[in-house]
T-cell receptor
Framework: AQKITQTQPGMFVQEKEAVTLDCTYD???????LFWYKQPSSGEMIFLIY??????QNATEGRYSLNFQKARKSANLVISASQLGDSAMYFC?????????????FGKGMKLTVNP | DAGVIQSPRHEVTEMGQEVTLRCKPI?????LFWYRQTMMRGLELLIY????????DSGMPEDRFSAKMPNASFSTLKIQPSEPRDSAVYFC??????????FGPGTRLLVL
């Protein structure tokens, strides 16, 4: 079963508008972490934002915020005032512990295109 | 501070050749991860180390792949012999404790 689901293969948004990128997850670990990474066409993986499973407040980092709905097991990324440079692949990831192993599991990613 | 350093950035080789990818973690980071990214399979964790010790190598595709971390500032991923299906981008990522994981720029491997 997929641990991280990103159902939107691609999205288009107008510059300066807000956009929400969906992510749902599945885990039985009570302690986990959720991450979003950005991968522009140049290929590097850039960390954007982190949410811990016990965090009471939704995480925010500049124009990025994470809409964390624990009961629904969703961790959507919200980008406010989108910019042309936001065009990239976006990956949701979850860190969980399985036995003696702790690792990040990534979703398939989704492509965001910001139009001028 | 320097980020995660990977070399080479690009590698083109012929089937059957040995390929060695290198990674220098961020100083002080005690976890090191090797990933492979392809269009078909996305981002896959191959192996990770904690304090230079391999913890989970369940993602290593087969015996042709091996990874080492002889000290806290260096790791290698070796493919011998290489095959065209190994063509991918290989990322090294590191983190300190339970903090955020940071990725290197990746090595783009093409096996002809």
């Amino acid at each position: 079963a997929q641990k991280i689901t990103q159902t939107q293969p691609g999205m288009f948004v107008q510059e300066k508008e807000a956009v929400t990128l969906d992510c749902t997850y599945d885990t039985s670990d009570p302690s986990y972490g959720l991450f979003w990474y950005k991968q522009p066409s140049s290929g590097e993986m850039i960390f954007l934002i982190y949410q811990g499973s016990y965090d009471q407040q939704n995480a925010t980092e500049g124009r990025y915020s994470l809409n964390f709905q624990k009961a629904r097991k969703s961790a959507n990324l919200v980008i406010s005032a989108s910019q042309l440079g936001d065009s990239a692949m976006y990956f949701c990831a979850m860190r969980e512990r399985q036995g003696g192993s702790e690792k990040l599991v990534f979703g398939k990613g989704m492509k965001l295109t910001v139009n001028p | 501070d320097a980020g995660v350093i990977q070399s080479p950035r690009h590698e083109v080789t012929e089937m059957g050749q040995e390929v060695t990818l290198r990674c220098k973690p961020i100083s002080g980071h005690d976890y090191l991860f090797w990933y492979r990214q392809t269009m078909m399979r996305g981002l896959e964790l191959l192996i990770y180390f904690n304090n230079n010790v391999p913890i989970d190598d369940s993602g290593m595709p087969e015996d042709r792949f091996s990874a080492k971390m002889p000290n806290a500032s260096f790791s290698t991923l070796k493919i011998q012999p290489s095959e065209p299906r190994d063509s991918a981008v290989y990322f090294c990522a590191t983190r300190k404790g339970e903090e955020t994981q940071y990725f290197g720029p990746g090595t783009r491997l093409l096996v002809l």
